[in-house]
């Protein structure tokens, strides 16, 4: 919950809203990532990250993994 939304205790305790779309949904890249060789990172949800490098080598190392190549058509 630290990588996909770190201010979440912060929202909390000042009392506003939840950001329900930062919530970690356990897609794993964090963690796959790391195991890849790359950083961690929530990927998916930190907009920081979405994009990254590191983001865009793991979108070609899952789609390797699932026999394609990992380029965007
Ligand atoms: S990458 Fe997935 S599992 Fe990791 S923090 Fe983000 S949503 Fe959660």
């Known amino acids: ?9 912060l929202d909390s305790l000042c009392g506003r809203p939840l ?5 970690c949904r356990t897609f794993s890249d964090c963690t796959n990532g790391p195991r890849s060789g ?3 990172g929530c990927f ?3 907009p920081a990250e979405r994009g990254s490098e590191d ?5 070609r190392t899952k789609a390797q993994a699932r026999g394609g190549s990992g380029r965007k058509p």
């Open 1 to 9: 919950m630290v990588l996909s939304y770190p201010r979440m205790a």
């Open 19 to 23: 950001g329900r779309k930062r919530i």
């Open 38 to 40: 790359l950083r961690s």
């Open 44 to 46: 998916p949800l930190d």
């Open 55 to 59: 983001a865009e080598a793991l979108q």
